[in-house]
């Protein structure tokens, strides 16, 4: 059975760094491509960086461009995203996905048709002084 176990996340300060990790059992990261998620507080669930499958392509949202990095250890079926430069507005609940799309890009945004196949649980990441 395919599960996804998140860890990391906590309070950070402005321009502090964090490094969040989904750990992937019952598969192998060979075969879904892999997405992380947020929710702020009152908004909709947004796709933020995404990481293929097959040659670990990545895709990036505006909002983190430049700051964040996602990146997966096949030999540990683990995928981290590492995110510095924090701002106030970075704090959600974020979530990892595997899943099914066309490209990575399509895992990531709204309108890409993908299909997820499982989340995790949620770790919280707030950005405060």
């Known amino acids: 059975q395919l599960q996804l176990v998140q860890s990391g996340g906590g309070l950070v300060q402005p321009g502090g760094s964090l490094r969040l990790s989904c750990a992937v059992s019952?598969?192998?990261?060979?075969?879904?491509?892999i997405g992380w998620f947020r929710q702020a507080p009152g908004k909709e669930r947004e796709g933020i960086s995404c990481?293929?499958?097959?040659?670990?392509?990545?895709y990036y949202d505006d909002s983190v461009k430049g700051r964040f990095t996602i990146s997966k250890d096949n030999a540990n079926n683990t995928v981290y995203l590492q995110m510095n430069r924090l701002k106030p507005e970075d704090t959600a609940l974020y979530y990892c996905?595997?899943?099914?799309?066309?490209?990575?890009?399509?895992?990531?945004?709204?309108?890409?048709?993908?299909?997820?196949?499982?989340w995790g649980q949620g770790t919280l990441v707030n950005v405060s002084s």
């Open positions: 996905a595997a899943g099914w799309a066309q490209t990575v890009q399509a895992m990531c945004v709204p309108w890409g048709g993908r299909y997820t196949e499982v």
């Open positions: 019952g598969s192998t990261l060979n075969y879904y491509h």
């Open positions: 990481i293929s499958n097959e040659d670990g392509s990545t």
